[in-house]
């Protein structure tokens, strides 16, 4: 069987209910006719828009997750989504420390951590984000860097958690914070694939031989114009998209780009 290829996007705080509705019924319209056997899509909205998100029409051609999640069932905690609440919505997946959230909100390795651990606990899939400053960059320490976001980030998840029968149910985006968003500056490919062997060969250390199954996507400012020297490379597993994914009719045409140039 072919390696699975996944594409998705982050929403953020963008877009209404009603235009991430028209967004979803797009994206999954236009691309209905490739086969999911060996692709996956998900899109990652906001809070407020997933209980009309989680209804539309295609609901079964895309995965659909939060951008963040607490970490206990219920409590004091003002402001905070509980994994129990989440799955009142039946979502697949739950996004854990994108860059915003450790560097503009300060979340520290071991919370993304207890997050990662509900997240499991629950059933979801976990999307753990990690990635180098600049500034780690500059100073030759993103291996590190990514090896300890990896290790704590996945403290205490036992390798039969890492997955639901053949399902890979931790999912991991290397996103180098200086490759992110407006002004962000696209890794290189060649760049990009030496991070993703290292992510490849923690996973391997934390979860044993299957870690090579897991999937491991590219995200920072991915484009047309690099998105198939990207996916080609063997430990890029998929793209996670921004700004060039949040007009479906543009992702529907770099997902196409990508697939074929994957030789799907
Ligand atoms: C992101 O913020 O996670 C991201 C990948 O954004 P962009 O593609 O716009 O750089």
């Not at 996507?217 to 991915?222: A, H, P, Q």
């Not at 047309?224 to 996670?240: K, M, S, T, Y």
Request: charged share 30%; proline share 3%; with cysteine.
């Amino acid at each position: 069987m072919l390696k699975k290829i996944y594409f998705g996007t982050n929403l953020k705080m963008y877009k209404t209910i009603k235009e991430t509705k028209v967004f979803l019924d797009t994206l999954t319209d236009l691309t209905k006719d490739m086969n999911r056997e060996d692709f996956e899509l998900f899109v990652i909205p906001s809070y407020t828009s997933l209980p009309d998100a989680v209804k539309i029409e295609n609901r079964g051609l895309v995965h659909l997750g939060a951008q963040n999640m607490g970490w206990e069932d219920e409590g004091q905690f003002t402001g905070e989504i509980s994994p129990v609440m989440l799955k009142e919505l039946a979502l697949d997946l739950v996004m854990i420390g994108h860059s915003e959230r450790r560097h503009v909100f300060g979340e520290t390795d071991e919370r993304e951590n207890w997050k990662v651990l509900a997240a499991r606990r629950h059933g979801f899939t976990a999307l753990l984000c990690v990635g180098e400053t600049g500034e780690e960059k500059e100073n030759n320490i993103s291996d590190e860097v990514l090896r300890t976001q990896l290790k704590v980030g996945f403290k205490d998840v036992p390798a039969e958690r890492a997955f639901d029968g053949d399902t890979p149910k931790i999912w991991v985006a290397y996103e180098p914070v200086w490759a992110i968003g407006v002004g962000g500056k696209p890794a290189s490919a060649e760049y990009a694939e030496t991070k993703h062997q290292v992510i490849r060969d923690c996973l391997v250390e934390l979860f044993g031989a299957r870690g090579e199954e897991l999937p491991v996507l590219y995200g920072g400012s991915v484009n047309p114009q690099n998105a198939e020297e990207l996916i080609v490379r063997r430990n890029i597993d998929g793209l996670f998209v921004g700004r060039s994914a949040w007009d479906a009719e543009k992702f529907n045409d770099l997902i196409r780009l990508a697939r074929k140039k994957a030789g799907r």
